[in-house]
């Protein structure tokens, strides 16, 4: 690096700072820097005043296999910035942050010296990067590829089987790209008669902090071993393609996503299907919101969180008035997962058991059970007052209590049903629980105790007051 307190006849005296996740090593406490009177001197102007300072070249070593496009990509666009030797420290600190980021190196440092002899007040940035290897298959080609391959099974016998692949950015792509090919099968014979089988390929198109565009075809099939299903089911039983895109914007200014205590968040999701030319495609529009905010109250780290979700869907194109949504688009309500912690639309409701509440149908063969068939229009908000509680051991470890209410209802709007639709009576149905409970947040979930009291309920929904043990991500 360039001394810019000495004016040397024939070149600058240089030295070195290497920075490692963002902390500048400054050794003016050291012994062979307390000797270097040149050192001490750059320091004493740092903390004065800007020090000007040009960016020469950036100097990428020690990657044998990532292409050198791929490192310049998250550094240069910061690096070349700075025009002051503290603001070119500020940009190492970035780019080291991106470089990390990256997940596919064994470590990352980034090394300031001064420039060609012949460009006296430049530097040249060089960085240092080796390949790693873990679960996931990572830079097989030098792009700072990642391929991953995984299997889920859930104890509600749902499984998926996928493959993914991720590029940070891929020639002049401006974002990373993703892509990913899946098997997947939900039981959903247990609370509306059918099972779903989806083998498909989503490609993420756009990622930003705020944005995202991800792009879906599958091929899709509803099935019913069970032969008990509802009208409305079977007649949606059989294969469908699905050719969608979905663009999400999210804004989160919350200070904790386990336990917020002060900020706000904004999620907005749309969603439109039909994009194929095929007759089997499925054609609709889907949009979801959801509002959060934390407010603290300024004893015992006690905050006031609240939060509504809302969402609509309903198909398109011709006599689009009489037809029936699909079904795996509709809006099913219930589940004891914390709506504190979610931002995907309304879905969670307290004390209420999974597609616990909502149009419900009988089934066929006299069968005692109901179908909940989902709505086209759903609304859920939820109050939750948390707060440490007045043991150390239990606050040092993020234990605290919480009491809630909740409230939320879903109705039918396609096969011309909004008709019938009345806001007061849509108000007057709503689902209502109240309780409290105790939170213990681990690194990456959030379990909850809690007692939950339901207030309103309707007709066939399945609800009921008691202690729960619940797991949001």
Partial sequence: MANPTENPPNREPKYELD??????????????????????????????APVPVRVH?????????????????????????????????????????NLRALDIFDSVNITLDSGPP?????????????????????????????????????????????????????????TPFSSRLYLSTQDWLKFSSYEERSLGLSLGL??????????TVAWRSLIDPSRLASESIRRQLGHSLLSALKYTFKYDQRDSYLRPTSGYAFSSTSQVGGLAPDSRSLRFFKQEIDLRCAVPLGFYAAALNFGVSGGVTFPWGSGYKNRASSVPERFFLGGNSSPVCSLSGPSALWGFSTRGLGPNEARRRGDVERDF??????????????????????????????????????????????????????????????????????SLFRMEINYCHIVKKQEHDRAKSGFFLTFSA
């Fill in 373 to 442: 068939v989902g709505g086209d229009a759903a609304v859920t908000a939820f109050a939750d007052l948390s707060f440490d509680l007045p043991v150390r051991w239990l606050r040092e470890r993020g234990v605290h209590g919480h009491v809630f209410a909740c409230a939320g209802n879903t109705a039918k709007l396609t096969e011309n049903e909004f008709r019938n639709f009345s806001g007061p009576k849509f108000l007057e149905t709503f689902r209502t629980s109240v309780g409290a409970g105790i939170v213990l947040p681990v």
């Fill in 206 to 215: 756009l990622s930003s902090k705020y944005h995202e565009l991800v792009y």
């Fill in 118 to 174: 012949e460009l006296p007040g430049t530097t040249n940035v060089a960085k240092s990067s080796s390949v790693e290897a873990s679960l996931k298959y990572k830079n097989i080609f030098g792009y700072g590829d990642i391929w991953d391959g995984s299997m889920v099974y859930g104890l509600d016998s749902s499984a998926e089987v996928g493959l993914g692949m991720y590029l940070p950015r891929f020639k002049a792509l401006p």
């Fill in 19 to 48: 920075i490692d996740e963002g902390e500048l090593e400054e050794a003016e406490d050291e012994d062979d820097t307390a000797s270097n009177p040149r050192t001490e001197s750059l320091f004493r102007r740092m903390r004065s």
């Fill in 57 to 97: 070249d950036v100097i990428v070593k020690g990657n044998e296999k990532t292409k050198d496009h791929i490192i310049e990509a998250e550094v240069e666009a910061v690096i070349r910035e700075a025009n002051t030797l503290q603001e070119l420290l500020e940009a190492s600190r970035v780019a080291n942050s």
